[in-house]
């Protein structure tokens, strides 16, 4: 079964990255496997943003470190501004166009008959139930703490 695509969306207004922007990067790699050709990152809020110089830096910073290896594996970048149906368009037109991506963990289960609990992206979440369970039970608890 394959996908016209998935669309990732991360504010440039966030001034870094966080664990809740790490995990999800670390997700959709599990769930899509090494080919990135139908995913594309989509930066919002440049309508919103006072310092776009300063934006501007923190995109190619991005570019260059967190999303580096999608890039080079086919993930295309791009900017949306809301209230611009047209750029919206755009994006899914080109996305419709493409060459379509297939889930490495539709793969897994569909083609390897996997159940999801012994998928890459099954045994990552499993990672991180336990990570969660772990702070939640900890002594003392570590609720509340920061991405």
Same mark, same amino acid.
């Given at each position: 079964m394959?996908?016209?695509? &998935?669309?990732?969306? !991360?504010? &440039?207004?966030?001034? %870094?990255?966080?664990?809740? !922007?790490?995990?999800?990067? %670390?997700?959709?790699?599990? &769930?899509c496997g090494n080919n990135m050709s139908g995913i594309t990152i989509i930066t919002s809020m440049w309508n919103i943003i006072k310092d776009v110089e300063a934006c501007e830096k923190r995109e190619a910073e991005l570019k260059s470190n967190w999303w580096k290896e999608y890039i080079q594996r086919g993930c295309l970048i791009e900017r949306f501004y809301a209230n611009d149906s047209t750029s919206a368009r755009r994006i899914i037109k080109d996305m419709l166009q493409g060459p379509g991506l297939t889930l490495q963990l539709t793969k897994e289960i569909v083609d390897e008959k996997k159940p999801l609990s012994q998928t890459t992206a099954g045994r990552s979440a499993g990672g991180l139930r336990s990570i969660y369970k772990a702070c939640v039970h900890a002594d003392p608890p570590l609720r509340g703490m920061p991405d």
């Open positions: 394959k996908l016209a695509g &998935i669309v990732y969306v !991360h504010p &440039i207004s966030d001034n %870094r990255m966080n664990g809740t !922007h790490m995990s999800s990067l %670390r997700m959709l790699k599990t &769930i």
